[in-house]
């Protein structure tokens, strides 16, 4: 479980997360959203213990992600927006690589999940930004962690892939914690159970999502002020 209780995390004069508390449970996966700036980014950073709260407290399972690193981020899965991947290397020996990190040989099992058997052998530079994504999510996935961290996953796709991307979030969340970022509300409708709303470091919705065409944009649209 994530837990994070009156969080604030200032840089210089601005005040990034303002505030914020929340709690997640097992097979959720929330639509963290909001307008650029908004701090979910910062938030996610604050979860993984890369950055240190100014104030409050940020818990994992109960432990916490900047005394306790190692024990959360096993626990962990995350794919940043940029996506970093050694371009050089084929698939498998990047995942190879990651899977020897994190101690998991279910490389082939991970592989068939995301669809990438086929391009094993291929360089990773070779890729497609769709396939490219999907090998940043078979790395997040190695070590079987019960936590997802996705920021912006479909970032530069085309509709195709983001289908595919999204199908992909839906069939590993059953008996995960998924948390993803987007700018694409209609993803919130197609992916999550719950949306976060954030603005200004503040949370200004946290509930289910609510049902009909293009009723997450019209929330939106009301509870974030310009």
Do not use: W
Request: zero cysteines.
């Amino acid at each position: 479980m994530i837990s994070l209780i009156k969080v604030t995390k200032i840089f210089g004069q601005k005040k990034a997360v303002d505030n914020l508390s929340f709690k997640t449970k097992e097979g959720e996966i929330i639509g963290f959203v909001g307008p650029n700036g908004a701090g979910k980014t910062t938030t996610m950073r604050l979860i993984l213990g890369y950055l240190q709260a100014s104030a409050g407290e940020v818990k994992i399972d109960n432990l916490d992600p900047l005394k306790e690193r190692i024990k959360v981020l096993k626990k962990i899965g995350y794919l940043p927006e940029n996506n970093p991947l050694y371009l050089e290397m084929k698939v498998k020996e990047y995942l190879d690589f990651i899977a020897e990190v994190k101690g998991d040989k279910n490389i082939e099992g991970i592989a068939k999940k995301v669809d990438l058997m086929e391009v094993l052998e291929q360089k990773i530079e070779e890729l497609s930004r769709g396939y490219k994504q999907r090998v940043g999510l078979a790395a997040a996935l190695l070590g079987d962690p019960k936590i997802l961290i996705l920021d912006e996953p479909t970032f530069g796709l085309d509709p195709l892939e983001q289908d595919k991307i999204k199908n992909l979030i839906k069939k590993i969340a059953k008996d995960k914690i998924v948390i993803f970022s987007t700018h694409i509300l209609s993803e919130v409708e197609d992916v999550a159970n719950r949306l976060i709303i954030i603005n200004r470091g503040k949370i200004v919705y946290d509930g289910v999502k609510p049902k009909g065409k293009g009723a997450v944009e019209r929330l939106f649209k009301r509870v974030v002020k310009s």
